[in-house]
């Protein structure tokens, strides 16, 4: 079992910035997936965001150059740096967690609560 608790979330104007953090409770270092996800009222998941099992980075398109995904392998904590936000960035935001390479047709086995994350205009 992996707890993951995220926080940072929280209510910003547009063009702002917030940084989201996941604290796992196993090892962030190798040998796993991690990854942000996000779901609006009345919207379907969406990825945003994931760090691959060898390093590799992935980005939704609308969020390339305004949101950075990255972890501290000491703390075992995930961080998504979002910057420039839009009103559509509103959502609740997810970490997920996969032991071995990011699933790609079923979904992450591990997932956190979420941390809300509202943009006014």
């Known amino acids: 079992q992996v707890q993951l608790v995220e926080s940072g979330g929280g209510s910003v104007q547009a063009g702002g910035s917030l940084r989201l953090s996941c604290a796992a409770s196993r090892s962030t270092y190798m040998f796993n997936c991690m990854g942000w996800f996000r779901q609006a009222p009345g919207k379907e998941r969406e990825g945003v965001a994931a760090?691959?099992?060898?390093?590799?980075?992935k980005y939704a398109d609308d969020v390339k150059g305004r949101f950075t995904i990255s972890k501290d392998n000491a703390k075992n904590i995930l961080y998504l740096q979002m910057n420039s936000l839009k009103p559509e960035d509103t959502a609740m935001y997810y970490c997920?967690?996969?032991?071995?390479?990011?699933?790609?047709?079923?979904?992450?086995?591990?997932w956190g609560q979420g941390t809300q994350v509202t943009v006014s205009s």
């Open positions: 760090i691959d099992r060898d390093g590799t980075i």
């Open positions: 997920a967690y996969e032991p071995g390479y990011c699933p790609t047709r079923r979904p992450f086995n591990y």
